[in-house]
């Protein structure tokens, strides 16, 4: 028992280390709900069961994202990169510009368990999780992950 908490311990340190405050990449840009001034015309998506705390994230396309999908991430191993099994909760055709969407989501505890993906104008899927900085809260997109989709 003690070992396993060790390791779980070891995983979550490594997990943090590789996070950065990195909130916006160059094609999708992620902010709170409660940090945006002005919303506007958007999408939303609710991932939490009733009763549960809710928390917003707004994703905002710099050029429309195919594909664009939320995904709920269990953890299933750690080895260079942490890898994820993914179920997919939502999908978006195209994330487009001047539509952002407003998800509402849960977080629980220190490893991510949210994400998303899309595609990118090369052909390439993007995968990210998300999650909130343990030192200040701030939203960090975490894009050094794997995922494995659960069927």
């Known amino acids: 028992m003690k070992t396993i908490k060790i390791l779980l311990t070891a995983m979550i340190i490594s ?3 590789l ?11 992620a902010q709170w709900e409660k940090n945006v001034q002005q919303l506007g015309a958007h999408d939303e998506f609710v991932t939490s069961q009733l ?12 050029c429309p994202l195919k594909d664009f999908k939320i995904l709920s991430l269990k953890l299933e191993k750690f080895e260079d990169k942490p890898v994820f099994l993914a179920q997919t909760l939502y999908t978006k055709e195209v994330l487009n ?3 952002p ?6 977080l629980y505890g220190s490893v991510p368990n949210n994400g998303f993906s899309y595609t990118d104008s090369e052909g390439k899927t993007r995968y990210y999780a998300i999650n909130a900085s343990g030192k200040d809260g701030s939203l960090l997109l975490i894009d050094k992950i794997i995922i494995k ?3």
């Open 15 to 17: 997990l943090s280390f």
């Open 19 to 29: 996070m950065g405050s990195v909130y916006a990449q160059e094609d999708i840009e």
């Open 51 to 62: 009763g549960e705390t809710r928390t917003g994230v707004v994703y905002f396309a710099k």
């Open 97 to 99: 510009p001047e539509r």
């Open 101 to 106: 969407l407003l998800v509402k989501l849960c």
């Open 149 to 151: 989709q659960e069927h």
